[in-house]
DNA sequence: TTTAAAGTCTACTAAAACAGTATACAAACA
DNA sequence: TGTTTGTATACTGTTTTAGTAGACTTTAAA
């Protein structure tokens, strides 16, 4: 029931981006020291923020990553889909497969913790990357 | 950002108990058929169970569990932490060494997981056994 | 008082996830 | 045209998860 190191990450490096401002390119190098992240592993998180349109990649010299969106519309739902898709508190409710008595939705255990990933889910959407600045 | 196997595991297990009746016994073979549980996997979580209290273990023939403690005294938040620990949505939140740049408690996101993560307890803590009794 | 059926304790193992690295490549600017 | 940046893919070591195994202990009934 945690977050992974790589999404710790990507929260650091998006606010690290929104602090310079929407289009203001840095390099990997730079966010790497500043955030202490280990570089190759920021830039395959980056490459995912990249895909999903988050950030934006500027190749060869002189290159980097910018915020391609306001960071108000960043919330932290957003990143943490993005670098390890959606939350599924229990197995269970991804899958009826996964439930070995085959009651995911006549199951009362199960239906509470369908409700808690809502809240989950919700609570993590409250939180937008222009509150984080400052 | 799930719970595992052997938390949803638990879960039922408590819950076939709370059906028969605090002090109602009933092995653990029966309780795996029914509930589909590898029997020496919920041998295991059972151990842990009788540790926290929560569940009494009668050994020898015709040995086996009951519940010790009035299901509405149970929430779903006390079988987590007896399973799993409790719930760290980051890992700054428990030991500040975990955060790399040591800012646990001057970053803000670092504060809004905290939130999260409280939310996140008192909700499990809201649900207690006697409720999934039909 | 023996024996069979229960749980206990410790240790082991296979598979997946996590965290990070490496190597080769492509683009862009100067 | 060469150096600096990101891209793509693949690899690797560690930890966690999920489950299994074997030897042992307890208990009740025959």
Chains 1, 2 share one sequence.
Do not use: W
Not at 26 to 37: F, L
Not at 45 to 59: H, N
């Amino acid at each position: 029931m945690k977050l992974s190191q790589a999404t710790d990450y990507a929260f650091r490096a998006i606010l690290y981006l929104a602090r310079q401002g929407v289009g203001e390119k840095v390099d990997a190098q730079t966010i790497s020291e500043a955030e202490v992240i280990p570089k190759r592993f920021l830039l395959k998180i980056f490459r995912k923020l990249v895909q999903a349109g988050v950030v934006e990649s500027y190749r060869g010299k002189y290159g980097g990553y910018a915020l391609a969106v306001d960071p108000a519309k960043i919330t932290l739902k957003d990143i943490v889909e993005i670098v390890e898709g959606k939350i599924t508190v229990n197995r269970c409710l991804i899958d009826p497969d996964e439930c070995n008595k085959r009651a995911t939705n006549r199951c009362k255990i199960h239906n509470a913790l369908a409700e808690i990933q809502q809240e989950v889910n919700q609570k993590l959407a409250e939180y937008n990357f222009a509150q984080f600045l400052d």
